[in-house]
Nanobody
């Protein structure tokens, strides 16, 4: 069992930046990690994933603006969000895959094992 706690959400003006953090209750060294989001009235969207070998992948909608990273000592996961747009407003979730398993694609929400409670990001114009 791994509990994930997200922090860092808040309100920002369009064009601004936020950095989300995720603190796991146990080591995630052998787990693929990701950030998902769900905007109001929208489907879940996989935003970014980080494989155990350091490989990253991003949704087209955030490429070049968002960066996923991890502190390998604490297992804390981060999402640096720059040049935020109103359409980035959503609840952001920290997500962990099954231990020792390959990364599920960002399009397959049901294949991810653990989810945090989410943190709200609001982007104003």
């Amino acid at each position: 069992q791994v509990e994930l706690v997200e922090t860092g959400g808040g309100s920002v003006e369009a064009g601004g930046s936020l950095k989300l953090s995720c603190t796991p209750s146990a080591s995630t060294a052998s787990r693929c990690m990701a950030w998902f989001r769900q905007g109001s009235g929208k489907e879940y969207e996989g935003v970014a994933l980080l494989r155990t070998d350091g490989y990253t992948n991003y949704a087209d909608s955030v490429k070049g603006r968002f960066a996923i990273s991890k502190d390998n000592v604490t297992s804390n996961l981060y999402l640096q969000m720059n040049s935020l747009k109103p359409e980035d407003a959503a609840v952001y979730y920290c997500v962990a895959g099954f231990e020792g398993h390959p990364c599920p694609p960002l399009t397959r929400r049901s294949d991810w094992r653990y989810w945090g409670q989410g943190t709200q990001v609001t982007v104003s114009t």
